[in-house]
């Protein structure tokens, strides 16, 4: 199934994210983990990509995974380092299994290179380089505060447009912690005549060392509240897991009720994580 034909329902879906496992360890591990978020029944399953493309088989067999449990899978592909004979021979092996849905993305750029290293500078030229690949439903990243190296909003929702005209399908968010700082960005979006379905993504922090590396990485804005929670229960993690559910669940809560059907949760690997939120959600998600 195609998320395009998710996203055209009026039906509130919820659906979340797995890695792989790191070259070298088990992969048991993960698809076990697979199977119990899957029994949690979100909408799809998206699946990550290591950096380079170094998880790739892994990727593809958990990509393979949610599928057997009749979710559809949302696999990620970078373009850094990767050349268009590489990038083919991915898109081959989604084909073989069977994967409809893929999240085009630049990918990080290694420490110490100079630029991206292959054939593809940006995201919007893989989205466009997949489009002419095959009947891919094909989405992008979208970046309510901006992304750490655009310089400005309105150069954020420039290159985002990019993706749009390279024939993105969808967009998902990356995470935030206040509801306004994305309805202010989707009145940016709308005002450049961005209209293509926006997932928003939601993290629940359910430990306080997430916290520094998260800022580190993306610059999320942090609110008062948020940060009055992480403090109360910094050395509590059973709290601060409960706590940090709790903070999620009121942020989707909050988005569906001003019209966002779908969202995206981060659960980083954890089951009990989008089990807890859709245990919340019961008479909300039906």
Avoid: W
């Avoid at 950096?51 to 899978?73: D, F, I, N, R």
């Avoid at 999620?248 to 980083?268: K, P, R, S």
């Amino acid at each position: 199934m195609k998320l395009t034909d998710i996203f055209n329902s009026d039906k509130v879906c919820i659906s979340c994210e797995v890695f792989p496992p790191k070259q070298g360890t088990e992969l048991q591990n993960s698809l076990g983990i697979v199977k119990r978020i899957a029994e949690a029944q979100p909408s799809y399953i998206s699946v990550t990509y290591g950096a380079g493309g170094s998880t790739v088989g892994y990727s593809a067999a958990l990509a393979k995974e949610v599928q057997s449990h009749g979710l559809p899978a949302l696999a990620h592909l970078t373009c850094v380092q990767a050349d268009d004979a590489k990038i083919t021979r991915v898109l081959e092996e989604m084909k073989n299994n069977g994967i409809q849905n893929i999240l085009a993305l630049r990918g990080d750029i290694p420490a110490g290179a100079q630029g991206t290293g292959g054939c593809f500078a940006h995201a919007s030229d893989l989205m466009r380089f997949i489009k002419k690949q095959g009947d891919f439903c094909v989405g992008g990243a979208a970046y309510p505060e901006g992304h750490p190296e655009s310089g400005s909003m309105a150069r954020d929702i420039d290159n985002t447009k990019y993706k749009v005209e390279a024939g993105v399908d969808f967009l998902v968010t990356q995470m935030f912690f206040d509801n306004t700082i994305l309805y202010n960005y989707m009145f940016r979006l709308l005002s450049a005549g961005i209209n293509v379905p926006v997932v928003p993504g939601i993290m629940p922090v359910t430990n306080a060392n997430q916290i520094n590396r998260i800022c580190q990485l993306s610059g999320t804005k942090l609110p008062p509240q948020f940060r009055a929670m992480v403090e109360k229960f910094a050395d509590k993690p059973a709290a601060l897991q409960q706590a940090g559910i709790a903070y999620a669940t009121g942020q989707i809560i909050d988005l569906v009720a001003n019209g966002f059907n779908h969202v995206h949760i981060y659960t980083m690997n954890r089951p009990e994580i989008i089990g807890g939120i859709m245990r919340n959600l019961s008479e909300i998600v039906k």
